[in-house]
């Protein structure tokens, strides 16, 4: 073979796919203790943080009012269409890494390293500005005495820093992280005890609203808001004034104010991602991780809703009170010590939140070192606990001088982007590996292997004549492509979805900065509009007409294409309504980040070693034709209920 050019072999590298095909999926360093309920109550508590006290009576006050439950409703799909692309490859690839190892093993690995440092910066500032949320509400509870005492002695002028040095919050984390580090298993206790607090508490909240509230604070007509305007604003009569509380009934301020209302919601739904990062550390991870996604979705929904039902039955949305709603409508309705028992269930809900935003750091720095693209010495796992030790506190301490100094504020929304990345590049891998061809013959009864080996000469005939004509594209296979996956329609699917990415993008784009000329029926805008939604429609009916490949594994996203093409829809959207500033910001991280890939990573790359003849070649996917184990009948079939082979081209 011709070795293949400088920028040519570059480009491979950046590629080059994850081979877990001669890993055991039970070989791990780490402690495999976690059991599903575990994992149900970790993804409850990373998802159902203090929000719930909050977000409730800021939303329902501002864009929805009553109809917030639909608004949660609708937030709630959105995030089980991502949840569902996770639980797939939780059941595909039960390693450790979440989002970072799907992406490495489907898309290459320059979108995996993207894909892991972004998630390392959102879990890093999550668990700040949690910790910094956890200090202020125990401050709150003081009287505001501690804020007061370091604003005095300790306070900081400078533009980008907190007003004061948050000592109480870095303690809560380096606490945290001790705990982590000392085992997997005590982490799981501690957090179900604080989320079954939290949830008695929540039960509490919903049953307290459905016996003191009142069906009629969802029927408040607009005459009455019109007058309850014209008192606010002192006028003498209420004719001629539009009332600045919406026109009453159910959904105040329209559908939009509830699809509004939505947007903000669904990151109410964000963090049951770490649940798919517990891969190696769960017993039957393939059940297991599934399971535990979704379960833990129906809970946080169900929360969610009964919370906002009850808040805006017990007192009218328009009373609601934004920072504290709850303690407010308790002594709205007369049950005014209710109020404590609310800020138990608040701290709890911050300290499983907190437990959560940490617990997946060190998980996936640990799988990045473990392939080379970060340090080593962050791999390391220390051998009484089994947990990923210098990952651990290493992260802890980011996170705690973070916490220490810096005001969160405007760092909070580059959250946003590192996990709206995440949801998209899984939803895409869910797309692009369904659609890959298999070279592995499954197992079949005895009774069956008469009726196996004709059907496999039979496909194997039809394969042999698609691999013919498969340098030769024709339009028609578009439409009536091969009944088995190929080289060529795997292909044909990678380039559809790379076209359903930028036709997302451009629709995001339009929807967001061109809102205006769509409402004014600017002809070019209305044109440019249905020709995006027209390409979108048919992009997904044309993913839609080619074959997928029929190995079953133990839970696999239902209406392919379409779910996950309406998760990318969903989480590109959001991400194109993020200010210029976060994107600015963003861009530095990335810069950084960069840095280290192209400087230490691409070089010490364990698939570049892997799949390296010698120093000057790198294989297209990398660790393909690793010599290993893989030839065991044991172990292939092991590995074949997983993931799809792919054909190793090497330069």
């Not at 220490?404 to 899984?426: C, E, N, R």
């Amino acid at each position: 073979m011709l070795p293949c050019g400088p920028a040519l072999t570059f480009i491979r590298c950046l590629v080059r796919k994850k081979n877990i095909g001669g890993e055991s999926l039970e070989d791990t360093k780490l402690c495999r203790c976690l059991s599903t309920l575990d994992l149900i109550a970790l993804g409850v508590g990373s998802t159902l943080g203090a929000g719930v006290y909050v977000l409730a009576g800021e939303v329902a006050k501002s864009n929805s009012g009553p109809s917030i439950v639909v608004s949660f409703l609708i937030a709630a799909l959105a995030s089980v269409m991502a949840g569902l692309c996770y639980a797939e490859f939780g059941a595909r690839v039960p390693k450790t890494g979440s989002a970072y190892l799907y992406t490495y093993v489907t898309v290459g690995e320059l979108w995996a390293f993207i894909t892991g440092w972004n998630l390392v910066l959102s879990y890093i500032i999550g668990t700040s500005s949690v910790a910094r949320a956890w200090s202020g509400t125990f401050d709150e509870l003081l009287g505001k005495q501690i804020g007061r005492f370091f604003s005095a002695y300790f306070k900081m002028n400078y533009s980008g820093l907190a007003e004061y040095p948050d000592f109480f919050a870095v303690f809560l984390i380096l606490l945290l992280s001790g705990l982590l580090s000392f085992g997997v298993k005590e982490s799981a206790w501690v957090n179900k005890i604080f989320t079954a607090i939290n949830i008695l508490v929540l039960l509490f909240v919903m049953i307290s609203g459905f016996v003191k509230g009142e069906i009629d604070n969802w029927k408040i007509s607009e005459e009455y808001l019109r007058n309850r305007t014209a008192v606010t604003e002192n006028r003498s009569s209420y004719e001629n004034v539009t009332s600045i509380y919406g026109s009453g009934g159910f959904m105040p301020y329209g559908f939009t104010g509830t699809l509004a209302g939505a947007a903000t919601c669904f990151y109410a739904f964000v963090g049951f991602d770490c649940i798919a990062t517990t891969g190696e550390e769960v017993k039957n991870p393939q059940k297991a991780i599934p399971i535990g996604i979704v379960v833990s979705l129906l809970v946080c929904f169900t929360a969610y809703f009964g919370v906002s039902a009850a808040l805006t039955l017990m007192m009218p949305y328009y009373l609601l009170d934004e920072k504290s709603p709850l303690p407010v409508a308790f002594e709205y309705v007369g049950w005014g010590p209710a109020k404590y028992l609310v800020a138990v269930g608040s701290l709890c809900a911050l300290s499983t939140s907190l437990l959560g935003s940490i617990f997946p750091i060190p998980r996936v720095i640990y799988a990045m070192a473990k392939d080379g693209l970060l340090f080593k010495c962050l791999a390391q796992i220390n051998s009484k606990t089994k947990t990923p030790l210098v990952a651990t506190l290493s992260s802890g301490a980011v996170a705690a001088v973070m916490a220490f100094l810096f005001d969160l504020k405007a760092l909070v929304d580059m959250m946003s982007i590192g996990t709206l990345l995440a949801y998209s590049l899984v939803a895409t891998c869910v797309l692009i590996l369904r659609y890959q061809p298999t070279y592995e013959e499954p197992k079949y009864p005895p009774e069956k292997a008469a009726l196996a080996a004709a059907e496999r000469e039979s496909a194997e005939s039809e394969s042999q004549i698609n691999m013919i004509e498969e340098n030769r594209f024709r339009p028609q296979a578009l439409i009536n492509p091969s009944s088995l996956p190929t080289e060529q329609t795997a292909a044909i699917v990678n380039f559809l979805v790379g076209l359903l990415a930028c036709l997302i993008c451009g629709l995001s784009v339009l929807i967001t900065y061109g809102i205006h000329f769509i409402v004014d029926l600017e002809p070019w805008s209305i044109g440019l509009l249905a020709l995006l939604v027209i390409s979108f429609i048919v992009t997904i009916l044309l993913i839609q007409r080619q074959p997928q490949n029929q190995q079953k594994v133990a839970f696999m996203v239902p209406l392919l294409p379409f779910l996950p093409s309406f998760s990318i829809l969903v989480n590109i959207y959001l991400m194109v309504q993020l200010s210029g500033e976060t994107w600015m910001r963003f861009s530095f991280w990335m810069l950084f980040g960069f840095l280290i890939y192209f400087t230490y990573g691409i070089r010490h790359s364990v698939e570049g070693h892997r799949g390296d003849g010698d120093d000057d070649s790198c294989s297209e996917n990398s660790g393909m034709q690793e010599k290993n184990p893989v030839d065991d009948p044991e172990n292939a079939n092991e590995r074949d209920q997983f993931l799809p082979h792919e054909k190793t081209s090497e330069c």
